[in-house]
Antibody, heavy 120, light 107 residues
Framework: EVQLLESGGGLVQPGGSLRLSCAASGFPVTTFAMNWVRQAPGKGLEWVSVIYGSTSYYADSVRGRFIISKDNSKNTLFLQLNSLRAEDTAIYYCAKGLTQYQLLGDGLDVWGQGTTVTVS | DIQMTQSPSSLSASVGDRVTITCRAS??????LAWYQQKPGKVPKLLTY???FLQSGVPSRFSGSGSGTDFTLTISSLQPEDVATYYC?????????FGPGTKVDVK
């Protein structure tokens, strides 16, 4: 079964850092675009970042502060959150691109349950 | 960056009604558009991709259409379980922006 399981969220002070993990099972992260999407309390979905191979992109709101990466041997996606701000408070979801070998842009067909980051 | 807008922001309709949600992109995105459904307290679910392709397992009462800058998601016969917020998203070029969402209620 294809699954994503996020971890690493928590309460952090402004200016602090966190590292989120997303363990994938049932498919290889190497061959799909992997995304992070967040949702602030009571708000809509905000796309954060994507990685495919060694190529990555970021939303303007996080560029320069967040770093996306993956460990192919562990089949795990990461998001390093630095210089955190109150407005980064959200549920962070990892999500898998629909199509194998599709570079970067794609519908997101599998989502994790999310991990909550609170900056306060 | 591409901006996405949706209308209406919310709607209330009766069971069996035909419901249409509109999504507009600030520039031509060809058919690089997906629609998602998010039920209260739940994870988003992919409904359609490439503007009009129905994701596996999604009921056939959902359909997507459009190309270029204007897109629609249609629910042909609204069901009680369709109460949710619906989001469009472009994946034409990064950043892959979501629309602000349309909240659908049943009268």
């Amino acid at each position: 079964e294809v699954q994503l399981l996020e971890s690493g969220g928590g309460l952090v002070q402004p200016g602090g850092s966190l590292r989120l993990s997303c363990a994938a099972s049932g498919f290889p992260v190497t061959t799909f675009a992997m995304n992070w999407v967040r949702q602030a309390p009571g708000k809509g979905l905000e796309w954060v970042s994507v990685i495919y191979g060694s190529t990555s992109y970021y939303a303007d709101s996080v560029r320069g502060r967040f770093i996306i990466s993956k460990d192919n041997s562990k089949n795990t996606l990461f998001l390093q959150l630095n210089s955190l701000r109150a407005e980064d408070t959200a549920i962070y979801y990892c999500a898998k691109g629909l199509t194998q070998y599709q570079l970067l842009g794609d519908g997101l067909d599998v989502w994790g349950q999310g991990t909550t980051v609170t900056v306060s | 960056d591409i901006q996405m807008t949706q209308s209406p922001s919310s709607l209330s309709a009766s069971v069996g009604d035909r419901v249409t949600i509109t999504c507009r992109a600030s520039q031509d995105i060809d058919n690089y558009l997906a629609w998602y459904q998010q039920k209260p307290g739940k994870v988003p679910k992919l409904l359609t991709y490439a503007a009009s392709f129905l994701q596996s397992g999604v009921p056939s009462r959902f359909s997507g259409s459009g190309s270029g800058t204007d897109f629609t998601l249609t629910i042909s016969s609204l069901q009680p379980e369709d109460v949710a917020t619906y989001y469009c998203q472009t994946y034409y070029s990064a950043p892959f922006t979501f629309g602000p969402g349309t909240k659908v209620d049943v009268k």
